[in-house]
């Protein structure tokens, strides 16, 4: 199972996500007991991961955006996945990294190119295509385009140490796809489920910078 290391980017730096309430999240530095820095190129440097996700969180809301940044990391990981609020097609040519697109802000209807999709929630499904009777409906959808993977992303969840593994079993059943999961993962325990249940990959922060998961593990890349 391929385990990224996540950074949420903010004007540059990197902050600690939690609940999706992204214009109060803390610099990482708060809760960090690994980094000394918030600076994202500082924060990379210290904990080494093989496998980086990177959330473009200005271009997200609409207030800016990383790319330079990212465009510097891209140079320095094995893969690098980005989800920067993609809202068209045209946004996904020529990047220096992979894409995740996320359904809360792209109508994944008009995919046209290979990438990651991320599967929103934040208590309920968010879908910018507004063309889905269900989150169920939209994985079946993608099935039939040729994807690297999909990421089950309860925003809720993020930074809360506790996964929401709700959506994640149906999901696995319904996807012809690679199936990864973000947001609430406590530690080694829940790897070992999420490596059980047949999870590709997960995405991990919080528990890496509280100690539950060794350094080692985003290190590797692999659990």
Sequence with gaps: MKVF????????????????????????????????????????????????????????????????????????????????GFRSPE?????????????????ITQLDRKCYVSLDFKEKFLDASGKFESWEEVVKFLNSFDLYGLI??????????KPDLSVLTKTLELSEHPVMLGGGISGVEDLERLKEMGCSGVLVATAVHKGKIPLDVVRKGKF
């Design 5 to 84: 290391f996540v950074v949420d980017i903010k004007s540059g730096k990197v902050v600690a996500g939690k609940g999706g309430e992204r214009e109060s999240y803390p610099p990482i530095t708060a809760i960090s007991r690994l980094v000394s820095s918030d600076d994202a190129l500082k924060v990379i440097e210290e904990i080494k991961p093989r496998f980086l996700y990177a959330a473009d969180l200005d271009r997200i809301v609409g207030l800016g955006d990383n790319f330079s940044l990212l465009s510097k990391l891209s140079k320095r990981f094995e893969e690098l996945i980005a989800d920067c």
């Design 91 to 107: 946004e996904l040519e020529k990047l220096p990294f992979t894409p995740v697109v996320g359904t809360e802000t792209f109508d």
């Design 152 to 161: 089950v992303l309860p925003i809720h969840a993020v930074g809360a140490m």
